[in-house]
């Protein structure tokens, strides 16, 4: 009997301790290209500081860029709103 309970708190351990998959986007980056197919590995490749520069290093693969939606320092690059004031 003591042998079943060690061998299922043993087994409960393994399955708290399993690993989990890393985060996709990388918050430092504002940009990310996902790059599709078997060939070259269907990934998302978050290294880049503009739109432009993600398009030049996809130019040709099958890739598409799109906005990190987990970039760390979003506030600063988002667009100032103004609001007019009507007195």
């Not at 079943?4 to 399993?18: E, H, Q, R, Y």
Request: net charge positive; charged share 15%.
């Amino acid at each position: 009997m003591k042998r079943i309970v060690f061998t299922m708190v043993m087994l409960s351990g393994l399955a708290v301790f399993t690993p989990v998959s890393a985060q996709t986007y990388d918050p430092r980056y504002p940009v990310c290209m996902h790059v599709y197919g078997e060939r070259i590995g269907d990934r998302i490749d978050c290294i880049f500081t503009s739109i432009a520069q993600c398009q030049a290093t996809a130019n040709g693969l099958p890739a598409t860029c799109l906005v990190n939606p987990y970039f760390a320092n979003a506030a600063e690059f988002a667009p100032r709103r103004y609001r007019s004031r009507t007195w």
